[in-house]
């Protein structure tokens, strides 16, 4: 397979989907479906309604939006992003060289738009906060808060534990990236008692929304982060720090993650993850800034022979790889309007 050199939104399917939901969002009607109608219309014709959209008038308007215009967006992005079954027909219609490269002028007034500067922005350290989902209430999952104890030791077993099923894989699998397999398919340290952090956007952690593989929670509790010490980070800004990471800290992932990653990005061949507990060694812990997100997820990036997939990490998360780093404070609770899909703090404590 050969990569899209591309390292801007449009080379990404999230990206790719952000300019459409953004530019739907200020100029409606240039929908990928006929009017009236379940036809998608022809790559052809979906770039010419594209072009016919994009006066100088809406992308002024894009340049200018409050970041109202780009949450909705985004928050469409990053639901709609699946890594076990192919691209919906959204994202296949989008990935059409001719629809993406329409596409362009968008990326190019999203890119100098004020409201959303800090999407390319290191961490913010003193406004970080570890967001607990739940379908109900007062549950016990989510009343102790989160701590920052024993972390190198479950990076330990989270390691040995993905060796362990890599090495299961090679032996129980098909060879053939088209088989009917599937299995993990995050590259994060999922389920390892790790925790990850978020910044807020008018006081509200972006956590609380852009959640890839988002499930029905209605509730949910915050704790902002205090930190006893300034910690070392690595920043993913974009394609290129992303493979710098893996590159630097490889686990091969072949045989655990080969039918999915094939399916959901036409990964073939070798394939590599960081490999989070040699992470750790170097640095305290590694963010995804939301540029970052929306050029790396869900693509498949080379890295010399092998490839990459960046899949399940969320936009400006953070994961904290080191014992004794933080300290959270502040709780809080959190409600859902699910006809208005929007959070609201419901009381402290």
Sequence with gaps: MTEDSSEGLVGGPRGRRLCYEVLEGVSPGHRLYAPGTFRALTPSEIAGRIGEALTSDVLTVIETSAWDGFQAALATVVDSAMYWQPPDDDDQLLADHDVAYALVPVEEAIRVATAVQWWREDVLLDDQYVVDHVIEPNTEEIEDPPTAIGIRSNLEEWRSTSLEEEAKA?????????????????????????????????GEPIGLTLV???????????????????????????PDRYRELVSRFPMEVTASRRHDWFRAAG?????????????????????????????????????????????????????????????????????????????SMARQG
Excluded: N, Q
């Excluded at 994060?188 to 956007?201: C, K, L």
């Excluded at 929670?217 to 920043?235: N, Y």
């Design 212 to 238: 890839e593989d988002r499930m029905d929670w209605h509730h949910a509790r915050t704790w902002k982060l205090e930190f006893r010490r300034s910690p070392k980070v690595f920043e993913v800004s974009g």
């Design 267 to 343: 990964a073939m061949g070798s394939l590599l993850m960081p490999d989070w507990r040699a992470v750790a060694d170097d640095f305290d812990g590694v963010h995804l800034t939301t540029w970052g997100y929306l050029t790396c997820a869900g693509r498949a990036l080379a890295i010399e022979d092998a490839w990459a997939v960046m899949a399940g990490l969320c936009p400006e998360e953070t994961y904290w790889l080191a014992d004794d780093l933080f300290v959270a404070a502040e709780p809080a609770r959190w409600e859902l309007d699910p006809e208005a899909e929007t959070w």
């Design 170 to 202: 090679v032996k129980e699998r098909s060879a053939d990236p088209s088989a009917a397999w599937s299995g993990h398919w995050w590259s994060t340290p999922a389920f390892s008692g790790v925790r990850s952090s978020t910044r807020s956007i008018h």
